[in-house]
């Protein structure tokens, strides 16, 4: 093991990051300062333009999580050589709580049924006492106060063994995990649901928190092959990270595809069947006016692109062919995102905005700037873990 470690730098060295910090950081400010601007004069268009970029970020977030969560649950092996990376991934999760605090000065914005003149809908006194600000707020403070914990926890743990290799980290890890997999299914679910959902209080599905869920595991797995990919190009994780890997991530960014398409498939069957209307109206507006082009973009670039792309066992074990998919999926997913909160503004059709942009640009740049200056902070993958040297000889 100690020989692996020799032929790669363990830490990451801040002069491969350059000027990119500052970069992101002044790109950071400046969306934020021009996306505050703009919501002086269109708090509409913010308010929806900003919980599409923080959701978008949220999920990559959640998914490293929930991949840290499944690591520790199975006792996996071959993937301790990327878990240091989902868990700076994961990490960010604390950072995208103080990022939501500007959705709570747009709240009615977003949430009609916080605005007076649908107190009295006989549809929000049904979903009452669940509708209420009071409760609304606590949960997010919950999902938040969770996903801060976990990640945090896990993490640190992680990196305490990286000082003395003690096997008991392993298994407090493995502890934490089993408590937590039913809260990370609970958040996720009822967080897509209050925040995405809650967009229109009528609408509801069974199926909402399990299709974000799939669109959120897959998202994460695509991050994830670019950021190991760019290190490796920078000279890390040499005789660490092999095809061997790449090959299981493939496989897994595979299933996922199909898996959301099983999911969207399935939720939008049982409504058409159906035909209640409370149920169609999500469907409707998404399937009419320039809207329709977006939703079959989705299908056919979501699902089929993908799936024909990583059927063929050959394309899973090049990295720079599953980095070209991984960034397809992310465009994908990025509008997905898009086709959920969106039309609920623009209910006639697509109407870009720069504020848009802008959102992810300043959502965006905070992350990567905050993930740059932590990565340094701990070795780039678990050194003393026990199950490292079957991961780094691992043979798929």
């Given at each position: 093991m100690s020989d692996h470690h020799q032929d790669s730098p363990q830490t990451f060295d801040y002069k491969h990051v350059g000027g990119r910090f500052l970069g992101l950081v002044a790109t950071a400010l400046v969306a934020y300062i021009a996306v505050f601007v703009g919501a002086g004069y269109d708090p509409a268009q913010f308010a929806f333009s900003y919980l599409f970029a923080f959701t978008f970020f949220l999920t990559i977030c959640m998914g490293g999580l929930f991949w840290i969560l499944v690591h520790h649950a199975v006792d996996a092996e071959w993937s301790v050589v990327v878990r240091r990376q989902l868990e700076n991934i994961a990490s960010l999760l604390p950072v995208?709580?103080?990022?939501?605090?500007?959705?709570?000065?747009?709240?009615?914005?977003l949430w009609q049924w916080m605005r007076p003149e649908n107190a009295h809908d006989p549809l929000l006194l049904e979903k009452w006492p669940y509708l209420t600000p009071a409760f609304f707020w606590?949960?997010?403070?919950?999902?938040?106060?969770?996903?801060?914990?976990?990640?945090?926890?896990?993490?640190?743990?992680?990196?305490?063994?990286?000082?003395?290799?003690?096997?008991?980290?392993?298994?407090?890890?493995?502890?934490?995990?089993?408590?937590?997999?039913?809260?990370?299914?609970?958040?996720?679910?009822?967080?897509?649901?209050?925040?995405?959902?809650?967009?229109?209080?009528?609408?509801?599905?069974?199926?909402?928190?399990?299709?974000?869920?799939?669109?959120?595991?897959?998202?994460?797995?695509?991050?994830?092959?670019?950021?190991i990919t760019a290190l490796r190009g920078a000279g890390y994780f040499r005789n660490i990270i092999s095809v061997e890997h790449y090959h299981i991530i493939g496989k897994l960014m595979f299933a996922f595809t199909v898996f959301w398409a099983y999911i969207g498939f399935s939720q939008y069957m049982?409504?058409?069947?159906?035909?209640?209307?409370?149920?169609?109206?999500?469907?409707?507006?998404?399937?009419?006016?320039?809207?329709?082009?977006?939703?079959?973009?989705?299908?056919?670039?979501?699902?089929?692109?993908?799936?024909?792309?990583?059927?063929?066992?050959?394309?899973?074990?090049?990295?720079?062919?599953?980095?070209?998919?991984?960034?397809?999926?992310?465009?994908?997913?990025?509008?997905?995102?898009?086709?959920?909160?969106?039309?609920?503004?623009?209910?006639?059709?697509?109407?870009?905005?720069?504020?848009?942009?802008?959102?992810?640009?300043?959502?965006?740049?905070?992350?990567?700037?905050?993930?740059?200056?932590?990565?340094?902070?701990?070795?780039?993958?678990?050194?003393?873990?026990?199950?490292?040297?079957?991961?780094?000889?691992?043979?798929?």
């Open positions: 995208l709580g103080l990022l939501f605090v500007p959705l709570v000065f747009v709240a009615p914005q606590g949960r997010a403070a919950f999902y938040f106060f969770f996903f801060t914990v976990a990640a945090v926890w896990l993490r640190a743990n992680s990196i305490l063994q990286d000082k003395d290799g003690a096997p008991r980290y392993t298994v407090f890890n493995r502890r934490i995990t089993f408590a937590s997999l039913p809260l990370f299914a609970v958040c996720l679910t009822f967080g897509a649901i209050d925040w995405l959902m809650g967009l229109d209080y009528h609408w509801f599905s069974t199926m909402w928190g399990v299709y974000i869920f799939a669109g959120t595991a897959l998202s994460s797995l695509c991050v994830l092959v670019l950021l049982l409504i058409w069947y159906a035909n209640i209307p409370e149920e169609t109206i999500y469907f409707l507006r998404r399937n009419t006016e320039s809207w329709q082009i977006l939703s079959t973009a989705l299908v056919v670039g979501h699902f089929f692109v993908p799936f024909l792309l990583l059927l063929p066992n050959p394309g899973k074990r090049k990295p720079a062919f599953l980095c070209g998919v991984a960034v397809w999926i992310l465009l994908m997913h990025l509008l997905d995102i898009y086709v959920v909160v969106l039309p609920a503004l623009h209910k006639a059709g697509v109407a870009l905005s720069w504020m848009d942009f802008a959102c992810l640009a300043a959502v965006g740049c905070t992350l990567a700037a905050v993930f740059l200056k932590r990565l340094g902070d701990a070795p780039l993958w678990p050194l003393r873990d026990p199950r490292l040297p079957n991961s780094i000889a691992l043979k798929n």
